[in-house]
């Protein structure tokens, strides 16, 4: 008879039941890049534990409240571009953890539509990097769960900041002096890539998304083929804040801090409303 060995994590602090809850569902995850933003996240939580690892992927746990109901939710950081973006991911998921949306930072690819401060509701990502193509062709699309794109504009709009809210394709790459800013020798080639992108409607970029989505494509299709309903879904979105604009300008402190506030109200936001539609309804749901 075939032995079950549990999965077990070798860059999180994490068993299953850690990222168990709301039903069935599993933990609402934030997935900020740095540990810095994840702490900030976390503040947002009630009765929060952390799970610290030595590599610095330490997993907040804690939960929001909406009206008389609670919702079980964690950050963890992803770390800096896919390949980093893939081990966090894949451990979360086979710990059990289907519900994720990755709260970052871009540089605008349209400085005369999305300005500096603005947020970007991904709905794909251009696959410009290494770590997908491991899993899946170049031509098979990175796409967000529609599920989360309804939530953000909705939140941004209680918030007051919907006008700030651009939704649309980011590009993802592996390199970031180079293929964004023109370090080395392949300046120009890089240059003429990040213009035909602007050209094609691009939004921004940034270094995580394509992971994400192909990743989570992927764990979906694993799971809607072992039953139906939203335990047997895996959803993912993006939220992204814009630091910088062309030709080199960045956030000035204060801008940023402004903006990052902004952005991880609006995925507190964003989570509650997707509760709403997911799991408040359910009669398992945890009271407060």
Do not use: W
Request: aromatic content about 8%; some cysteine.
């Amino acid at each position: 008879m075939q032995t079950y060995k549990p999965f077990i994590p070798h860059h999180i602090n994490a068993t299953t039941d850690h990222l168990a809850g709301n039903g069935g569902l599993g933990r609402y995850i934030f997935l900020p890049g740095s540990d810095g933003r994840a702490k900030e996240i976390a503040q947002h939580f009630h009765d929060v534990t952390i799970q610290a690892h030595p590599r610095g992927h330490h997993l907040y746990l804690g939960s929001l409240t909406m009206g008389t109901k609670k919702i079980d939710v964690a950050t963890i950081a992803s770390g800096m571009g896919c390949p980093s973006m893939e081990i966090i991911l894949h451990e979360l998921y086979h710990l059990g953890a289907k519900r994720f949306l990755r709260v970052g930072t871009a540089g605008s690819l349209q400085p005369d539509l999305v300005k500096m401060g603005d947020i970007i509701n991904v709905s794909a990502a251009v696959r410009d990097e290494g770590t997908t193509i491991d899993y899946v062709p170049l031509a098979y699309p990175a796409i967000s769960a529609f599920e989360f794109n309804a939530p953000v504009l909705h939140s941004a709009k209680k918030l007051g900041f919907l006008h700030q809210v651009h939704t649309g394709i980011v590009h993802c790459k592996s390199s970031f002096y180079a293929r964004e800013f023109g370090a080395g020798p392949k300046s120009q080639e890089n240059k003429g890539y990040i213009d035909m992108l602007s050209q094609c409607g691009v939004l921004a970029s940034e270094m995580e998304t394509a992971a994400l989505f192909i990743q989570s494509q992927m764990y979906n299709h694993q799971l809607r083929s072992q039953g139906q309903g939203a335990k047997y879904r895996v959803l993912a979105g993006a939220i992204l804040s814009i630091l910088a604009v062309p030709p080199h300008d960045f956030a000035p402190p204060a801008i940023a801090r402004s903006t990052i506030e902004s952005l991880i109200q609006l995925a507190m936001e964003t989570v509650k409303t997707l509760a709403q539609t997911e799991v408040i309804k359910a009669s398992n749901f945890v009271p407060a």
